[in-house]
């Protein structure tokens, strides 16, 4: 479709309008969105028409517009593609960053402090949320699959495996496929959190594809939308047997909502109220991090400042990541008197346990930890 003709554009804008206004769809995420930015020779547009007539239209106007800002054609403009403020994008370097760093790829450190706080190297014109991070999605390897197969599995769509990508970042644990392997079963459970613990903590908006929450499988098919079968359909009974893994994903959702220092849409770093860095990074001493050395051990926190976020109390969130295979320890950074660190979630184990930390925290080997702080008893 040329989307540039005049009919074809308005017959799109029609199309929307009518949906927002009669259906009451809250936004629209667009398939292969660069391809809307080409013109009628195949090259890409400085100031596409549909795209920025979507942007500024009356009735769209409180719609969510996100693009998945590549095609099939080869142009890729994650971070650069035309949004007037009003775009957002997948953050396909997000996905490929926190999954090779996960797996143990320490060169990818660098770059994941920025993903984390919202990659400001790509929407520094923009904001944090204009960035939709996420790991997996309905493309591709579900998170389970993403632990459990080095390779993908595509025989059952009959094209003799050529089908599907090959770059997906994956580390099976130890075994391909199907275990019953009581050490790669939990090493791929603790990696799932693993994952989830990031997005959930990172600036931006963060995206779960539908089956995560209780490890869904395609069986390593990483192109499983033309199948209508077993492999693309959700399994709602592994709510039941991985209800521990559900548990986690709600418990760190609910975190998430609690905290708006967590879902502010800049990029400061900057001391706020507090006295503190509202972000911070640390290594295995607090305070000091070289951000572009490589690297499997940091630690990041957060300093929820009360009058900025209107909280009752201020509030410190450290989260100390651990991708390396080895045991590490943990000098955590000093609070101010009258709070203490809580551990709220480890991802070493599948079950939730809150209890007082003092000065140094141990964290068992691809393990993350996150802490909160509380005030002492008596203190206001």
């Known amino acids: 479709m040329n989307c540039n003709n005049s009919i074809v554009r308005n017959c799109i804008l029609d199309c929307l309008r009518y949906w927002v206004a009669e259906y009451h769809i809250d936004g ?4 292969l969105a660069s391809i809307l930015s080409r013109d009628e020779n195949g090259a890409p547009m400085t100031s596409p028409p549909l795209l920025e007539m979507l942007a500024h239209d009356a009735v769209l106007g409180k719609s969510k517009l996100i693009a998945e800002a590549w095609d099939a054609g080869g142009m890729y403009q994650v971070g650069s593609f035309p949004s007037w403020g009003r775009w957002a994008e997948w953050n396909g370097k997000y ?4 999954r090779k760093f996960v797996k143990g790829d320490w060169d990818c450190a660098p770059e994941l402090y920025l993903r984390l706080c919202g990659s400001k190297d790509m929407y520094g014109n923009r904001a944090a949320d204009a960035s939709v991070n996420f790991i997996t999605c309905h493309d591709g390897f579900t998170l389970n699959d993403l632990v459990s197969y080095n390779e993908k599995h595509n025989m059952d769509n009959g094209e003799d495996n050529q089908d599907g990508g090959n770059d997906n970042n994956s580390w099976n644990c130890g075994e391909e496929g199907k275990t019953n392997d009581k050490a790669i079963l939990a090493l791929r459970e603790k990696q799932m959190r693993n994952m989830l613990s990031i997005l959930l903590i990172s600036r931006g908006i963060p995206m779960i594809l539908a089956g995560d929450e209780f490890a869904n499988s395609q069986e390593g098919n990483n192109n499983a939308y033309c199948q209508d079968s077993s492999l693309s359909w959700l399994n709602w009974d592994k709510a039941d047997s991985e209800k521990e893994l559900l548990e986690f994903c709600k418990r760190m959702i609910a975190f998430r909502k609690e905290h708006p220092v967590l879902r502010n849409s800049s990029f400061d770093e900057a001391p706020n109220e507090t006295g503190y860095p509202e972000v911070s990074f640390h290594s295995e001493r607090a305070w000091d991090l070289d951000r572009s050395a490589p690297n499997l051990v940091f630690g990041v926190m957060f300093a929820e400042s009360a009058k900025k976020y209107k909280t009752k109390n201020d509030n410190y969130i450290y989260m100390a990541v651990n991708a390396h295979w080895e045991d590490h320890s943990f000098e955590l950074p000093v609070i101010p008197e ?11 184990s599948s079950r939730k346990r809150v209890n007082k930390v003092q000065d140094f925290l141990d964290v068992k080997a691809r393990s ?5 702080t509380k005030r002492r008893h008596g203190q206001q």
Do not use: K, N, Q
């Not at 629209?28 to 398939?31: G, L, P």
């Not at 996905?95 to 926190?98: L, S, T």
């Open 338 to 348: 009258g709070f203490s660190w809580y551990r709220i979630e480890d991802t070493a």
């Open 368 to 372: 993350i930890v996150i802490l909160c």
């Open 95 to 98: 996905r490929d960053c926190i």
């Open 28 to 31: 629209f995420r667009f398939d």
